[in-house]
């Protein structure tokens, strides 16, 4: 398999028109299945992980994934990706809000006057 930095990627104009248009890649002469899952995941930016998870709810996944017609492992990356997402927006908020409440309960403004004075110094 070669490895990155045998790649070449000086591709003409032309060749990226034709791998984006499917003329090129799209045969199964161009399909290699990788045997460096390692190579792999550290190229899409994955690491594998095992976590234990009732057999309903895995059923349910996959029942849920077909209907979807996509597979549950990829569905369940989206899934948590979607809850980490929302879910930092919520705490981010709220500490914003702290942040807000702290600066309107605080009463004196002298470092940042202290501040400005010898920024105006400078």
Do not use: C
């Amino acid at each position: 398999m070669a490895k990155e930095e045998d790649l070449d990627t000086n591709f003409s104009d032309e060749d990226i028109a034709k791998w984006e248009s499917g003329e090129l890649g799209m045969s199964a002469e161009s399909v290699q299945v990788s045997t460096d899952s390692d190579a792999l995941d550290k190229a899409l930016g994955m690491q594998p992980i095992s976590i234990r998870l009732e057999k309903k709810l895995i059923e349910n996944l996959k029942r849920i994934a077909s209907h979807h017609n996509i597979g549950y492992q990829p569905m369940v990356r989206d899934l948590l990706n979607r809850f980490a997402t929302a879910e930092l927006k919520f705490i981010l908020k709220q500490e914003l809000a702290e942040l807000n409440e702290q600066q309107r309960n605080s009463e004196s403004t002298a470092p940042v006057e202290e501040f400005m004075r010898l920024r105006n110094q400078a």
